[in-house]
Structures are given as C-alpha cells and as structure tokens.
C-alpha cells in the first residue's frame, strides 16, 4: 500500500507540475500578444523625432515596446542583410534600401518615402564662416562630413561639394563621421571647424549655427524611405505603426522636428 500511495502522490505532483507549466505558457503566451516587440532600424538623424512619436504611439495603442538601432543608414541596411532580426527600417536616404529590395528582402508593396530634409553647412556659434566658399579660406582646418561609402549625409555632402568645386580643395580638410550626430559633436566640441548635417540636426543643437543651406540643385533628393522587412515576425504589428508614421500625428511631430512629408 505504501508503494502504491508514494506513485499516486508522484502522479499527483507531476499533474500538478504540468499544469502549472500549461498555465505559465499560457500567461506568457497572452503577454506576448498584449505586449508586441518591434525592432526597428532608423537613420541617426531621427532619434529626437521618433522617441517622441514611440511615447504617443504607447500613449494611443497602449504597451508596445520599440527596440530601436540608430545609425548609418548604410551600416543599419548591411546589418539586415546579414541576418539581423527587423521588422522595419527608416533610411535617410534612398541607396539602402534600394539594396535590400534588390536583395528581396523587404515586404513587397510596403516601401513608401516618408520624410524630406535639407543639408546644411554647421559651425561653431562663434565661427565667422559665412558659407560654403570660406571652407577653402584659412579659417577652417577641419570639415566634419559622415562617411560617404555609408552615411547618406555624407554622400549628400561630397555630391554638393563636387558641385560647388570645392572637393579637391577641401579633400586633406575632411574628417569622417559615422553618422550625422557625430559629425554634429565634432563642430560642437571645437574638433572641427564645420561639418554637414541635415537640417533637422542643426536644429538640436545651441551651440552651432546654420553658415549655409546647400543648394537642393547640388545633391540628389534627401528622402527617407520607410520599408517593412520581409522577414519581420510581427508584421501586423508593425503595418500598424507604420500606418501611424504617415498618419496626422505622427506627422505633425516630424514637422516639429524640422522635417517635411515627401
């Protein structure tokens, strides 16, 4: 009888075990439901813009948590297309995503350009630069610029410089950023004489003015475009928020912001 009883108390137990488990799957289960994850990868340039818009979506929808990666929209795009788990992107410009839907990796029909900006030369508030010709005077050691090959701001910046004819004379001046946010520290701290940052940017900043704007004729159109991945894990989740980032409060934070709707 002994034996008998210490099995059904063994059976008793683990019945008692696997419910508890049914019950804790269960609850993580309707968490996860209640509690969507979008992983995001967004162009540096619109970190200000976007946290503001994640607090009235949270706001609206209730608890949605965003895992955001800012950066170089080149470096963020090779990233995908290296494996890493996305559900959207938002490039500040038009060639990373260009290369991912090459690459059959966004969700078809889900690619729209949201967002336009400008390229502006920055200097010190103290700075007696008047525009883009005193960058080839004495006055300026060190230009601040993001890194062509991955930064689309850079790419702006080296196409508008050819366009003036300065870039030969400035190339030995040029330092490289890997975003616009640094090239943005670089001029505030005194590490460089001038940069080029997106208009948006130079906006942020008390310790920076506005020399020039560069002319829209000079560089190729500064578009962002907005793309779901092909690979998301939580696409209805994210065609909603990405319905929000086009709609009317969304978008009157991004003129806030500094932006314009393309």
Known sequence: MAQVRTGSNWLSSARGAMALLCMALLLA??????????????????????????????????PVEFRNNFGASGTLALEIEQGAPVDAILSAGAKPVDDLQAKGLLAPGTRTNLLRNSLVLIAPQDSKLKGFDDLAGPGVWLLAMGDPASVPAGEYGR???NALKLYD?????????????????Y????????GLVYGTDARISTKVRVAAIAPESSHDPIVYPLAILAGSRNQKATREFVAYLGGPAARAIFIKHGFTMA
């Open 159 to 161: 196409q508008t410089l």
């Open 29 to 62: 289960g309707c968490r996860g439901a209640q509690h969507p994850i979008l992983t995001l990868s967004i162009a540096a340039s619109l970190q200000d813009a976007m946290a503001e818009i994640e607090t009235s979506y949270q706001r609206d929808h209730g």
């Open 169 to 185: 004379k400035l190339h030995d001046k040029i330092v490289l950023g890997k975003d616009v946010r640094q090239v943005l520290t």
């Open 187 to 194: 001029v505030e701290t005194g590490n460089a004489d001038a």
